[in-house]
């Protein structure tokens, strides 16, 4: 008699944490440092336990400066420890931008290689919870536009474990960012650590009409399209580029080749946002094969409403997305 096979499943919350726990096991040279992350186990629970575990020394809450935070974590990384430091909403990176773009995106570069910077900053992004304009934007192409700092932008609990695992074993800084809206969602997750390498985009649905770029919560709201479009005839590929630098240009562009329509979904607001920059990779890749005008599904550009009903028009929606590839297909 066959055995059943019981599939197991965590929230994305809960993978984030496997993997610090899993990678501080492996390497004692790896701590955690930020606001509320030992005692109170992190805002949204992802660094519950570890305090338990590793003890204060490896598990260290800080004070309410930004600054501090990555200034610290600069110094540490540049002498040998591997840092995992997160700030309480990416929306306070201001604080901090000279911490982290001109010492640790720079420091390896003007020291001909031969510093390391193994630091993760981890972060969260992104509406839903009318926390309002301070604490909801989306802001993943500020650091998209800085030589030296990668970016991984997960959006399934599967993807948050293994990109954190590589962020974590990378010798470079990598701004880690979550929405706050995925920390519940469920998946399927590996007990035994792995690692996803950075620069490999997902296709997360194969189609043949149009193609769909989509980050982080857009992922979900794009695939929910996709199902419903499907019942009008129509074939969506939904890439999930998983990390914004590097990019996976070829994925998209290959995608692009086959489906000659692009549709990119994401939060953040639509001028100089990540779509901007894949639009232009398509362009200069993959005009040619383009039957139709490439649609952009984005925020606005203003700044995030406290108002739950301005806040729910303010972030892209199934609906948006079904209009745009509507749009490209009738073109």
Do not use: C, W
């Given at each position: 008699m066959a055995t059943e096979v019981q599939v197991r499943t965590l929230t994305c919350a809960q993978a984030l944490n496997e993997a610090l726990k899993q990678e501080m096991r492996r390497d004692p040279a790896i701590y955690v440092a930020g606001e509320d992350v030992?005692?109170?186990?992190?805002?949204?629970?992802?660094?519950?336990?570890?305090?338990e575990e590793f003890g204060e020394e490896r598990v260290r809450d800080t004070p309410i400066t930004e600054s501090a935070i990555i200034g610290s974590a600069v110094g540490a990384a540049a002498t040998g420890l591997r840092p995992v430091v997160e700030l309480m909403f990416v929306d306070f990176i201001g604080v901090a931008l000279d911490q982290l773009f001109n010492q640790a995106a720079k420091m390896r570069y003007m020291f001909g290689g031969k510093a390391r910077l193994p630091l993760v900053l981890r972060t969260q992004c992104g509406g839903g919870m009318s926390a309002a304009a301070q604490h909801s934007q989306c802001l993943e192409a500020w650091f998209m536009h800085v030589p030296g700092l990668k970016v991984a932008v997960p959006s399934t609990p599967?993807?948050?474990?293994?990109?954190?695992?590589?962020?974590?074993?990378?010798?470079?800084?990598?701004?880690?960012?979550?929405?706050?809206?995925?920390?519940?969602?469920?998946?399927?997750?590996?007990?035994?650590?792995?690692?996803?390498?950075?620069?490999?985009?997902?296709?997360?649905?194969?189609?043949?009409?149009?193609?769909?770029?989509?980050?982080?919560?857009?992922?979900h709201k794009a695939l929910a399209a996709a199902e419903q479009l499907s019942a009008?005839?129509?074939?969506?590929?939904?890439?999930?580029?998983?990390?914004?630098?590097?990019?996976?240009?070829?994925?998209?562009?290959?995608?692009?080749?086959?489906?000659?329509?692009?549709?990119?979904?994401?939060?953040?607001?639509?001028?100089?946002?990540?779509?901007?920059?894949?639009?232009?990779?398509v362009a200069e890749r993959a005009l040619d094969y383009l039957?139709?005008?490439?649609?952009?599904?984005?925020?606005?550009?203003?700044?995030?409403?406290?108002?739950?009903?301005l806040e729910q028009r303010f972030i892209p929606d199934v609906p948006d997305i079904v209009k745009a590839v509507k749009a490209v297909v009738a073109a």
């Open positions: 030992a005692r109170y186990g992190g805002i949204f629970g992802v660094t519950a336990g570890l305090l599967y993807d948050a474990k293994g990109l954190l695992v590589t962020a974590i074993r990378d010798d470079n800084p990598v701004v880690f960012i979550e929405h706050k809206m995925l920390y519940g969602v469920e998946g399927n997750v590996p007990e035994e650590p792995y690692a996803i390498p950075f620069g490999q985009a997902d296709i997360k649905r194969e189609g043949a009409d149009v193609t769909v770029v989509a980050t982080m919560l857009m992922v009008d005839g129509i074939s969506v590929e939904v890439i999930d580029p998983r990390t914004l630098t590097p990019l996976d240009e070829d994925t998209i562009v290959e995608s692009v080749r086959k489906t000659h329509r692009l549709v990119i979904v994401h939060e953040e607001v639509k001028r100089a946002g990540s779509g901007a920059e894949i639009a232009a990779v039957d139709a005008p490439v649609q952009r599904v984005a925020a606005p550009f203003t700044p995030v409403p406290f108002s739950p009903p």
